[in-house]
């Protein structure tokens, strides 16, 4: 199946984090926290301003980027978890 999403709306797959931290300790699954770094996997064609014009949106598929921790809607598309949040959610790309 495939799935485009509407308006401004953006499909991001969430990017575990290490399981240790710079010192060497590790952590369990139970005391991670969910991540909030993603990479993108889906695009929509953009909000729409006053006349009626698309908006081309910032991010595009395969940029790493950086959302709220609240940030979107948890969806399984074809068993795999996504999120599915506005542009306006993510606060940056990270650029190698």
């Not at 081309?56 to 980027?65: A, G, H, L, T």
Request: cysteine-free.
């Amino acid at each position: 199946m495939s799935f485009r999403p509407l308006h401004d709306r953006v499909v991001v797959r969430r990017v575990e984090s290490e399981e240790k931290t710079a010192g060497g300790i590790i952590i369990p699954d139970t005391a991670k926290e969910k991540p909030s770094e993603g990479v993108v996997v889906a695009v929509g064609p953009g909000a729409r301003d006053e006349d009626g014009k698309y908006i081309k949106p910032d991010v595009k598929p395969n940029d790493r980027v950086l959302f709220g921790k609240w940030s979107g809607t948890e969806v399984t598309i074809d068993g795999e978890e996504l999120l599915i949040m506005k542009e306006s959610d993510i606060m940056g790309v990270i650029e190698a």
